[in-house]
């Protein structure tokens, strides 16, 4: 007898910050098995991302960072230009941060999500060529201190 396959639904979250409601994360929780969290740079804040990582572990939902580019105002949509140690450097911060939080509230971060900020738009090395975004999909978030 062959078991069931698991299907993981997921949802990207936690991107109100200060005054403005994004989404209806309480809501959409109970729902899914795995939630990417915004980091704060392209949506979020600290407060979102204590309260969305607070609700996800209590309802047993898997928690992964959602780290954007650093263009608030332009939700991460906008090109920018970044050296490769540039968008390293964003994503390390942004996933320690959720990483902290996380561990601060008894639980832990599963593998980063980059969005379609990072994967449709422009960001470049240093050298002028398309940066590979799965250079940072493949950052282990047990390496991140």
Same mark, same amino acid.
């Given at each position: 007898?062959? &078991?069931?396959?698991?299907?993981? =639904? ?8 200060? *005054?403005? +409601?994004?989404?209806?994360? +309480? !809501? ?6 795995? *939630? ?6 392209? *949506?979020?804040?600290? $407060? ?8 996800? =572990?209590? $309802?047993?939902?898997?928690?992964? !960072? ?11 949509? $906008?090109?920018?230009?970044?050296? $490769?140690? +540039? !968008? ?8 320690? /941060?959720?990483?902290?939080? /996380?561990? *601060? =509230? ?9 969005? &379609? ?13 398309? /940066? ?10 047990? +390496?991140?201190?």
């Amino acid at each position: 007898m062959s &078991s069931m396959p698991r299907i993981d =639904l997921n949802c990207d979250m936690g991107e109100s910050f200060g *005054a403005y +409601e994004m989404g209806h994360d +309480e !809501a959409v929780l109970d729902h899914v098995s795995s *939630a990417n969290i915004a980091c704060g740079f392209h *949506a979020g804040d600290p $407060r979102t991302m204590h309260r969305t990582v607070k609700m996800a =572990l209590d $309802r047993g939902v898997a928690i992964g !960072a959602h780290p954007g580019l650093p263009d608030l105002q332009g939700f991460g949509r $906008r090109n920018m230009t970044l050296s $490769r140690a +540039e !968008a390293y450097d964003c994503v390390i911060y942004q996933v320690g /941060a959720l990483s902290g939080f /996380a561990q *601060a =509230l008894g639980g832990k971060l599963t593998t980063p999500a980059l969005g &379609s900020d990072w994967e449709w738009h422009t960001f470049r090395t240093d050298g002028g060529a398309p /940066a590979d975004p799965n250079d940072f999909i493949r950052l282990k978030v047990e +390496e991140v201190p």
